[in-house]
């Protein structure tokens, strides 16, 4: 199943990381078994992930004057409160925002900072602290490829099809 996910989205490369989590989630020991028990998929996800950027290698442009590292925060910045807001209110939802004519609202900006504010406070109850933690570094694994540390030429700044497994971990 996990190699067919593989050719089916490129996302799915985030697999072996959140057996990971999820192992340390339910208090599994970390160990040398732990680790070699994941050796096969992540040699797999690595395998698919270089055939990933090597498909689209020609799209992939580094020298985009915008993508400087400040430029890249933001970005990265930008992309967090956007799918933060786009969980916590999902309103004026779209498939793909657009590069140059997309940007992050005041309403996106409160609507992250009020979820943020939830989270804090679900983690300081001590009786539900991992079960958040794990949702929260569920999240953060899946949606990170959408992230486009490196910038393909796909047109598009956001897509809101990536959250539905993430948004699992933040529920």
Do not use: C
Not at 47 to 67: M, Q, R, W
Not at 134 to 148: H, M, Y
């Amino acid at each position: 199943m996990f190699i067919l996910s593989l050719f089916s989205k490129a996302t799915s490369i985030t697999y072996p990381l959140v057996l990971f989590a999820y192992d340390l989630y339910i208090g599994r020991k970390l160990n040398f078994k732990m680790v070699v028990d994941k050796i096969p998929f992540f040699m797999i996800s690595g395998i698919f992930g270089l055939i990933h950027l090597n498909i689209h290698v020609a799209e992939v442009n580094l020298t985009d004057p915008k993508f400087d590292t400040l430029g890249w925060l933001t970005y990265l910045w930008e992309a967090v409160v956007h799918y933060i807001s786009s969980f916590a209110a999902p309103l004026f939802l779209s498939v793909i925002y657009e590069t140059n004519t997309y940007h992050v609202s005041q309403f996106q900006y409160i609507a992250a900072a009020v979820f943020t504010i939830i989270t804090l406070v679900v983690i300081v109850d001590r009786s539900k602290r991992n079960a958040a933690i794990f949702g929260l570094v569920f999240a953060g694994i899946t949606i990170f490829p959408t992230f486009q540390i490196i910038r393909f030429g796909n047109g598009f700044k956001f897509a809101d099809r990536y959250l539905f497994i993430p948004s699992m971990g933040l529920v």
